[in-house]
């Protein structure tokens, strides 16, 4: 199997862990986890990957992290094309099982973790203030991948640090957005859900991108390399 075709692959089945289990807690188990558990989830679910398919593919799972090692020139034009489609589609199928479980049991599936803003979401914040909360989780996200991954004797414990820091962002953001920072992880359930989830879904695509450029042009910038 070539290296771009495990690549794709490594890609693909970490954003559909991410997905499963990170949705998955929100959608079926958030009134009993709490916001501090959903975090966890997220968190966790990035460290079990980032040990698996860290080192075939870099475990971005992310467009947004995908957006900024390209920045970086850290992935090719072709690599960030493949990584994108394949934390697309493994997104996809990560909330279709979600879907399936929650449908299996008779309920109205009307929940899998979308992301939102406005009157009924969270505490209801405004279209503009969930742009600038995106923009600065996915910088905050981000920035700490660029530091932790730029120096290699870091290698042992940087998807620990990495998905510590999603759990960090999360525990912020759940109340705001969902927390995106992660176009892929926002775009699956919506399309899934469609209404409003998918009618706000630009919002968590466009802002993560901004973030994430922020982020490797100010590490560009600090760093001087």
């Known amino acids: 199997m070539s290296a771009s075709w495990k690549k794709g692959i490594a890609e693909f089945i970490g954003t559909f862990v991410l997905v499963l289990f990170g949705c998955g807690s929100a959608a079926t188990a958030g009134g009993n986890l709490g916001n501090l558990g959903i975090?966890?989830?997220?968190g966790?679910?990035?460290?079990?990957?980032?040990?698996?398919?860290?080192?075939?593919?870099?475990?971005?799972?992310?467009?947004?992290?995908?957006?900024?090692?390209?920045?970086?020139?850290?992935i090719s034009s072709s690599d960030f094309i493949l990584y994108v489609a394949a934390q697309v589609a493994g997104g996809l199928a990560g909330a279709a099982i979600l879907y399936a479980i929650i449908d299996s049991t008779g309920a109205a599936v009307i929940n899998l973790g979308a992301n939102g803003y406005g009157d009924g979401y969270g505490i209801g914040i405004s279209l503009l203030m969930a742009l600038i909360v995106e923009v600065i989780l996915t910088f905050v996200f981000v920035s700490t991948i660029l530091g932790v991954t730029s120096d290699g004797g870091n290698s042992r414990v940087a998807g620990l640090v990495i998905g510590l820091t999603l759990a960090f962002v999360h525990i912020l953001g759940i109340a705001l957005t969902g927390t995106s920072v992660n176009p892929a992880r926002s775009l699956a359930p919506a399309i899934l859900l469609g209404d409003t989830p998918l009618s706000q879904v630009w919002v968590f695509i466009v802002a993560p991108l901004a973030g994430a450029g922020l982020a490797a042009i100010t590490h560009k910038l600090l760093h001087n390399k």
């Not at 975090?39 to 997220?42: E, K, N, Q, S």
């Open 44 to 74: 966790l679910s990035i460290v079990a990957m980032a040990y698996f398919i860290g080192p075939i593919s870099g475990c971005h799972i992310n467009p947004a992290v995908s957006f900024a090692m390209w920045i970086r020139r850290k």
């Open 39 to 42: 975090a966890l989830a997220f």
